[in-house]
């Protein structure tokens, strides 16, 4: 897949357990966040955003939470299938500016 | 389906050589954005165009250019071509200059040789 061959940090999970891939973002003036998924051979698809105004936003299966004052994001994913396994990324945008992505998280579902 | 479209799937091509990737947008999406994946750079942003300007320049070499079209279709040029330019390369469309809710097409694998 595309992504093989990044060193990405790898985050494995039992099927059926709860997920949680962290990420840290680096520009205080970032106001917008998205998370993506790809799978090996697509694009990055986008599962959830959250703007700064926001602490916690929650889509199916997918809860995002933002700690501004440590510049930290994570994406929980409960209930964790094996078609959740790809690499996760997140993205951070300031104002006036393009998304900026972090490098990665490979997450593998132990069936 | 993102609804985002590029072509070709694949590209092989000789170094020296250029080449052109094509992009359609998602129906009303103004935005388009243009990032190189490497196998170690990680999603790199290139450059974006929203209706028909350019709006934001990143790490995109002079051997590259693009261009958004009053249809709205995007190409990104790419000249001189150097092994170190292989690459997937994706375009992502958002209905604003801003870039939210961005969407990305299947990727251009690039491979030169």
């Known amino acids: 897949g595309e992504s093989v061959g990044l060193h990405l940090p790898t985050l494995s999970v039992q099927e059926g357990d709860n997920s949680i891939i962290n990420c840290a973002y680096s520009?205080?003036?970032?106001?917008?966040f998205i998370w993506y998924k790809q799978e090996s051979g697509k694009g990055p698809q986008f599962i959830i955003d959250i703007r700064s105004n926001m602490d916690k936003r929650q889509g199916q299966r997918v809860t995002v939470l933002l700690n501004k004052t440590v510049k930290h994001l994570s994406l929980q994913i409960a209930a964790t299938q094996p078609g959740d396994s790809a690499v996760y990324f997140c993205?951070?945008?300031?104002?006036?500016?393009?998304?900026?992505f972090g490098k990665g998280t490979r997450l593998s579902v132990i069936a | 389906d993102s609804g985002v479209t590029q072509t070709p799937k694949h590209l092989i091509t000789a170094t020296g050589q250029r080449v052109t990737l094509r992009c359609s947008p998602r129906?009303?999406?103004?935005?388009v954005y243009w990032y190189q994946q490497s196998l170690d750079q990680g999603l790199q942003f290139l450059i974006q165009y929203y209706n028909g300007e350019e709006r934001a320049k990143g790490n995109i070499l002079e051997r590259f250019s693009a261009q958004q079209f009053p249809d709205l279709h995007s190409e990104l040029n790419l000249s001189s071509l150097e092994l170190g330019d292989s690459a997937l390369y994706f375009c992502?469309?958002?209905?604003?200059?801003?870039?939210?809710?961005?969407?990305f097409g299947q990727g251009t694998r690039l491979t030169v040789v």
């Open positions: 129906s009303g999406d103004l935005s």
């Open positions: 520009n205080s003036a970032s106001d917008y």
């Open positions: 993205a951070e945008r300031a104002r006036n500016t393009p998304l900026v």
């Open positions: 992502a469309s958002s209905p604003a200059s801003e870039a939210t809710e961005a969407f």
